[in-house]
């Protein structure tokens, strides 16, 4: 079988590893498979990269009325381009974080045969990934109260959901359904809470097979507490629990933070010596006892991390089935989580864990300290987690599962006789129809601008709502009119649009963002760092406010300040666009040719960035290879 897998990226996430570790071992039992990313992290020629393509036009307006990804075109001609052209089997697992337009599922579906495993809720849903105890994707998402996809947040109480922003939500969630209707799909759900959900969605009819996920039960295995323990700088002789999510559990909301920073308090007024061991977090931890250990890519690096844990600890408030747990389980680290969704599906009570009833601090606290202080509990627990481990949660299992699921959605297709209806495009917001989603459709129709589309939608709403877009659409036309000022030169006049807008949306980081780079491009440098300061204190673990911040002391010739910005936001996303660039710069700076051409290298891969090729050239000429940099009209990917 020729099998294409499409995910957001190649190595970082749950849904990536899954992805990108089935692809490998399909390839191993002799299929080719291979990776199809918008953002490629890794190394092999397996994995490959297509663009997204936003529309730039369109982008602002759709983001800020909450119509998610429909500005995105790229995905549209995907089923006419290799790898996809040729494969047997196409099979889909994240198709958010920015990346892909969910109207491009229809055509897809009609080209090749589709198997989608879900690896959060987010096709139910009309915005975020995680309902929690919001009901609203049963009933259409009219009233959405997200701000952020990974709620709940402590700053989101409803208050930045503008009306623009919660009828484009629910326009979301219609426009879902309209193409899942028209849409050939086999599901994959990694729990059977996950398919009982889908089975209450706008996916209910579309066959789904539950598969667990699988972990390499090979690398995470038992370990050597004491080596893992002088590695990681962690004294031999207290406690140690230990959690692991992408920003650390205490700056990741939706991993209960909140709740095991209380939990672990009241393990601290017992066991004062407890250290917690933060995998994935960075910066200073809420308290002198936590250890933040950055974000860990290399498995053989987080199975070291786990064993030197003497308790594993789990309170997301969502999952779809919990690998971490798994692989805790795996190295035979007892856990302790709640009593949530797919949690006893993968850590039986008494058995691999102890589970507490959700939301209840003191009740995991306890679990925690009575873990801490039963050596025979944890060994046993330990134990009967790894033997379920390797019976239920193996790698080689999972896959054998998954070549059997995409060879039967193969053999399904052939026998069918018909091919579900095009998307009517009546049925979709006008802001959808753009040339690429028509043309992949087939339909004859007249192209319209970005501009046209955008009033055309607008015209399309309720009344008493039309002001409210109307006003999304003229800071969308004020955004662009910033840019084409800032690249004509003039400054001033750029920043005198930034002000108005300021004043009219003084809560969009993103404008103060915009400001703060307008300013340090006019050499108002502390003004510009007060700009980004409203950045980083809105969105502290997350904000890519700090590259700004890392090209204003660059600028300023201040190359440790630069590099230690650069630094604060490596431990976040050392994969975002723009980040190997600018330490490819620094280091060129430096006179660190060598560093700075694998930082070039490395960013041109990850995004095809152009602004990489110049500087590129510059230090390939400096190591005395001119003919390399002569080569660069090629994609050195």
């Known amino acids: 079988m020729r099998i294409v897998h499409v995910n957001t990226q190649d190595v970082a996430g749950g849904a990536a590893k899954v992805a990108r570790l089935l692809a490998l071992r399909e390839r191993e039992a002799g299929h080719d498979a291979v990776l199809l990313v918008a953002r490629r992290h890794g190394r092999g020629a397996f994995v490959s990269r297509f663009d997204p393509a936003p529309d730039p036009l369109l982008r602002p307006f759709a983001e800020e009325c909450g119509l998610q990804y429909l500005h995105f075109q790229g995905c549209f001609g995907l089923p006419e381009r290799e790898p996809m052209a040729s494969a047997d089997l196409v099979h889909l697992h994240n198709l958010h974080y920015d990346f892909f337009n969910p109207l491009a599922l229809a055509a897809i579906s009609r080209a090749k045969p589709c198997l989608w495993t879900l690896h959060d809720l987010h096709p139910l849903t009309g915005f975020c990934n995680y309902p929690v105890d919001c009901a609203g994707w049963l009933s259409g998402c009219t009233d959405c109260e997200r701000a952020r996809m990974n709620a709940p947040d402590p700053q989101c109480d409803g208050s930045l959901v503008t009306p623009a922003r919660r009828r484009g939500t629910a326009l979301t969630h219609r426009a879902k359904a309209l193409v899942y209707a028209h849409s050939r799909l086999t599901l994959a759900c990694p729990s059977r809470w996950v398919k009982e959900q889908v089975e209450r969605s706008i996916l209910a009819g579309h066959p789904a097979q539950v598969i667990p996920n699988g972990i390499e039960t090979d690398v995470f295995v038992p370990g050597d507490r004491a080596a893992a323990r002088r590695e990681l700088g962690i004294p031999q002789d207290v406690p140690v629990v230990g959690a692991v999510a992408a920003y650390g559990v205490f700056d990741n909301p939706i991993k209960g933070g909140p709740l095991i920073l209380e ?260 050499g108002r440098r502390d003004e510009a760092m007060e700009a980004f300061r409203v950045c980083l204190e809105a969105h502290p673990p997350q904000s890519d406010a700090l590259l700004n911040v890392c090209d204003m002391w660059r600028a300023a010739g201040d190359q440790a300040k630069a590099l230690e910005a650069l630094d604060a936001f490596a431990a976040v996303d050392p994969y975002l666009r723009g980040f190997n660039w600018r330490k490819g710069l620094l280091l060129q700076d430096a006179g660190d040719h060598r560093g700075a051409a694998r930082a070039f290298l490395r960013e041109l891969r990850l995004h095809g960035s152009p602004e990489a090729r110049g500087p590129l050239a510059h230090s390939l000429e400096a190591l005395g290879k001119p003919l390399l940099a002569q080569c660069l009209g090629q994609d050195p990917a």
């Open 263 to 522: 939990a672990m308090r009241r393990v601290w007024n017992e066991r004062p010596e407890t250290i917690f061991l933060n995998v994935g977090g960075f910066g200073h931890g809420p308290d002198a006892r936590v250890v933040n250990l950055p974000f860990v890519e290399n498995p053989a690096t987080l199975a070291r991390a786990y064993a030197a844990m003497d308790v594993f600890t789990h309170a997301s408030l969502a999952e779809t089935f919990c690998l971490v747990a798994a692989e805790a389980m795996s190295c035979g680290v007892p856990v302790a989580a709640q009593e949530l969704g797919p949690l006893p599906e993968v850590v039986r009570q008494g058995r691999d864990g102890l589970l507490s009833p959700p939301g209840d601090a003191p009740a995991l606290a306890a679990n925690i300290t009575r873990l801490l202080g039963d050596a025979p509990l944890r060994l046993s627990l330990g134990q009967s987690g790894r033997k379920r481990a390797l019976e239920e949660f193996g790698l080689d299992l999972m896959v054998r599962r998954y070549i059997e699921l995409s060879r039967q959605v193969i053999e399904e297709r052939r026998g069918l006789p018909g091919i579900v209806a095009p998307l009517p495009p009546a049925g979709l917001p006008a802001l959808a129809r753009t040339s690429a989603l028509l043309k992949a459709e087939g339909i004859s129709d007249k192209a319209r601008t970005s501009q046209e589309l955008v009033r055309d939608f607008v015209q399309e709403q309720p009344e008493e709502l039309r002001p409210h877009f109307e006003a999304v659409a003229q800071k969308s036309r004020d955004i662009a009119r910033v840019f084409e000022l800032r690249g004509l030169g003039r400054l001033e006049d750029s920043l005198a649009v930034i002000d108005s807008l300021n004043a009219a949306w003084p809560q969009d980081t993103a404008l103060w963002r915009t400001r703060g780079v307008t300013l340090g491009l006019m």
